[in-house]
């Protein structure tokens, strides 16, 4: 991933890209706005009617909070002016928008990010970057500029045809919706700051230096930049409203009027439910449906509408198929989740069968708790399970479970789990179930175990971190039967 920062070569084009985006239209203005370092109230700021490069270049170099605002109704602001002034933006200047932008902060993805050292957190936000533009380029969805903030990334997508406001509630209830989209595309991990919905929510001029902890300035950094990227189509396209309809769509009868088989991509996420396209033939699950709002939104072909009115369609064009088990095959995908397991906010369910013809009944096992990795020693023995879950104050847990735990009636991995803050089931025909979740889940990562605290080639493992030359590393646990509060007495 080319990074491009406030010395690079490729800053100046940049800027020269986002003054040229800004000038579009003598009706509108863009805001500088200033927050003293250390703070983020950004009280004062700037107005410009047609910003230049080097304005951008130089509020960028100035040595304090920067963020910006374009599309703001030159009306509503009165004369621009160019010296900073008490801040006078609201959501009711505005009547659309060319740029869209989304904030992503990490604390909400990792708790411990900021307990973190800075190469820790800077390996974890590349990675987490190279995962959504890569994301983002197979879904065909045009990024503008991909900023890292040092707390987060900001993603910016720009638009040739803008996007009407209309009511300021309406536009929010538009943005959650498109959030909700893209979480549901780019993993459910990732979360969007809902605050962002507000026409008026500044954000971070690319290239400044974030000052919000004035004893550690962090550099802000371009990670991913496209002049001629136009994500138009997507939000203009994916409906923001529920369809009305006599009779409701459905899981089932989607999948049977599509008269679609290549089932090897489904997702299914409560009422959201990604796949191929049934109009291409990618490998990429690029189709979103909500199945209650009767919404689509087809990646491949930058089309959305109607749900219902599509399987219609397609009903005529397809022959009709038997749904059978293909209900066994929704499942997330790099997920890990065994078939016939489902795990929302709700809760850990058990999806039993009750044979082709009927639906199957749901049964609640748990408060949601993900297998997220495998553990394994340095001879590829001694198995294990990370858990991650969350106790009734909230608090999220990761707990290393020895294999052998679940065997014979798994007494002994209820008890540490109840220890530990998780609600679960008590009743006896459901611990099977919920064992079978455990044991068959097949998360992508790997990490090696050890079986006591201490010096382990060159990391020091301890109950809940593990370092290596002074840096925190997620890739040895610590996994034992024993008491591992007794490490901490």
């Given at each position: 991933?080319?990074?491009?920062?406030?010395?690079?070569?490729?800053?100046?084009?940049?800027?020269?890209?986002?003054?040229?985006?800004?000038?579009?239209?003598?009706?509108?203005?863009?805001?500088?706005?200033?927050?003293?370092?250390?703070?983020?109230?950004?009280?004062?700021?700037?107005?410009y009617t047609k910003p230049g490069a080097q304005t951008l270049r130089q509020w960028a170099a100035s040595g304090q909070n920067i963020a910006f605002l374009s599309d703001i109704q030159r009306a509503g602001i009165g004369p621009s002016?160019?010296?900073?002034?008490?801040?006078?933006?609201?959501?009711?200047?505005?009547?659309?928008?060319?740029?869209?932008?989304?904030?992503?902060?990490f604390k909400d993805i990792h708790e411990e990010y900021k307990s973190w050292s800075r190469k820790a957190q800077r390996e974890f936000a590349l990675e987490t970057a190279e995962t959504i533009a890569t994301h983002l380029d197979k879904l065909q969805l045009p990024l503008w500029l991909l900023v890292f903030t040092g707390g987060g990334l900001h993603l910016h997508f720009k638009l040739s045809r803008p996007v009407e406001l209309g009511e300021v509630k309406d536009y929010r209830a538009r943005y959650k919706q498109w959030c909700t989209v893209l979480q549901a595309a780019l993993g459910d991990y990732l979360r969007f700051d809902p605050a962002c919905c507000n026409p008026a929510r500044l954000m971070r001029l690319p290239l400044s230096t974030n000052y919000?902890?004035?004893?550690?300035?962090?550099?802000?950094?371009?990670w991913h930049w496209d002049k001629d990227a136009d994500?138009?189509?997507?939000?203009?396209?994916?409906?923001?409203?529920?369809?009305?309809?006599?009779?409701?769509?459905?899981?089932?009868?989607?999948?049977?009027?599509?008269?679609?088989?290549?089932?090897?991509?489904?997702?299914?996420?409560?009422?959201?439910?990604?796949?191929?396209?049934?109009?291409?033939a990618d490998s990429t699950p690029s189709f979103y449906f909500n199945t209650s709002k009767r919404v689509f939104y087809d990646f491949s072909t930058s089309q959305g509408g109607n749900l219902y009115q599509l399987i219609q369609r397609l009903s005529q064009q397809h022959p009709t198929v038997e749904v059978g088990d293909l209900k066994t095959k929704a499942q997330p995908m790099h997920s890990g989740i065994p078939q016939g397991y489902e795990v929302d906010k709700k809760g850990l369910w058990w999806l039993q069968d009750k044979g082709p013809d009927e639906d199957p009944i749901r049964h609640r096992l748990s408060d949601p708790v993900r297998v997220v990795a495998l553990t394994r020693d340095l001879e590829s023995s001694t198995w294990g399970r990370v858990l991650e879950f969350c106790d009734p104050d909230g608090v999220k847990k990761q707990w290393t479970?020895?294999?052998t735990m679940l065997a014979g009636d798994g007494q002994d991995l209820r008890r540490e789990l109840l220890t530990r803050g998780l609600r679960m089931s008590m009743k006896k025909s459901l611990r099977a179930a919920f064992s079978d979740y455990l044991m068959n889940a097949e998360p992508p990562t790997r990490m090696h175990c050890v079986d006591k605290v201490g010096w382990h080639d060159q990391t020091y493992v301890l109950p809940e971190?593990?370092?290596?030359?002074?840096?925190?590393?997620?890739?040895?646990?610590?996994?034992?039967?024993?008491?591992?509060?007794?490490?901490?007495?």
């Amino acid at each position: 991933m080319k990074v491009i920062d406030l010395d690079s070569e490729a800053a100046e084009a940049v800027f020269e890209d986002m003054a040229a985006t800004f000038r579009i239209h003598n009706d509108l203005v863009t805001e500088i706005a200033v927050a003293r370092k250390g703070g983020s109230a950004f009280s004062r700021a700037a107005y410009y009617t047609k910003p230049g490069a080097q304005t951008l270049r130089q509020w960028a170099a100035s040595g304090q909070n920067i963020a910006f605002l374009s599309d703001i109704q030159r009306a509503g602001i009165g004369p621009s002016h160019q010296d900073l002034q008490p801040r006078k933006t609201k959501n009711e200047h505005f009547k659309s928008k060319r740029v869209l932008s989304f904030d992503l902060d990490f604390k909400d993805i990792h708790e411990e990010y900021k307990s973190w050292s800075r190469k820790a957190q800077r390996e974890f936000a590349l990675e987490t970057a190279e995962t959504i533009a890569t994301h983002l380029d197979k879904l065909q969805l045009p990024l503008w500029l991909l900023v890292f903030t040092g707390g987060g990334l900001h993603l910016h997508f720009k638009l040739s045809r803008p996007v009407e406001l209309g009511e300021v509630k309406d536009y929010r209830a538009r943005y959650k919706q498109w959030c909700t989209v893209l979480q549901a595309a780019l993993g459910d991990y990732l979360r969007f700051d809902p605050a962002c919905c507000n026409p008026a929510r500044l954000m971070r001029l690319p290239l400044s230096t974030n000052y919000k902890d004035a004893r550690f300035p962090v550099p802000t950094e371009v990670w991913h930049w496209d002049k001629d990227a136009d994500a138009s189509g997507f939000f203009h396209q994916l409906p923001h409203k529920a369809y009305a309809g006599a009779e409701g769509v459905s899981f089932e009868e989607v999948l049977r009027r599509f008269g679609y088989q290549k089932f090897d991509t489904l997702e299914v996420k409560g009422e959201e439910i990604l796949c191929s396209s049934p109009f291409s033939a990618d490998s990429t699950p690029s189709f979103y449906f909500n199945t209650s709002k009767r919404v689509f939104y087809d990646f491949s072909t930058s089309q959305g509408g109607n749900l219902y009115q599509l399987i219609q369609r397609l009903s005529q064009q397809h022959p009709t198929v038997e749904v059978g088990d293909l209900k066994t095959k929704a499942q997330p995908m790099h997920s890990g989740i065994p078939q016939g397991y489902e795990v929302d906010k709700k809760g850990l369910w058990w999806l039993q069968d009750k044979g082709p013809d009927e639906d199957p009944i749901r049964h609640r096992l748990s408060d949601p708790v993900r297998v997220v990795a495998l553990t394994r020693d340095l001879e590829s023995s001694t198995w294990g399970r990370v858990l991650e879950f969350c106790d009734p104050d909230g608090v999220k847990k990761q707990w290393t479970m020895p294999v052998t735990m679940l065997a014979g009636d798994g007494q002994d991995l209820r008890r540490e789990l109840l220890t530990r803050g998780l609600r679960m089931s008590m009743k006896k025909s459901l611990r099977a179930a919920f064992s079978d979740y455990l044991m068959n889940a097949e998360p992508p990562t790997r990490m090696h175990c050890v079986d006591k605290v201490g010096w382990h080639d060159q990391t020091y493992v301890l109950p809940e971190q593990s370092y290596r030359g002074g840096e925190e590393v997620n890739s040895v646990r610590l996994q034992t039967t024993a008491d591992v509060r007794a490490y901490a007495a």
